[in-house]
């Protein structure tokens, strides 16, 4: 993946999560559920990218 859209695709991420922080009304626990989800889901995708951690699609749970 070329590092322009690695980056964009997380200028994306944040620019959304920031809207969503500050536009939607929301509970402050549903708001910190809601961002360390995301913070998780962005580093598991980064570990994926850079060959780190196996694709998320060939990961089995159980």
């Known amino acids: 993946m070329p590092l322009i859209t690695l980056i964009m ?7 959304i999560l920031w809207l ?5 009304p929301m509970d402050g626990t549903i708001k910190k559920i809601l ?6 889901v962005v580093i598991l995708w ?3 990218v850079f060959g780190l951690m196996p694709p998320m699609s060939q ?3 159980g």
């Open 9 to 15: 695709t997380l200028v994306v991420v944040g620019l």
């Open 59 to 61: 990961m089995r749970i």
């Open 35 to 40: 961002n360390v989800v995301v913070v998780i």
């Open 20 to 24: 969503i922080n500050n536009y939607i």
């Open 46 to 48: 980064l570990l994926s």
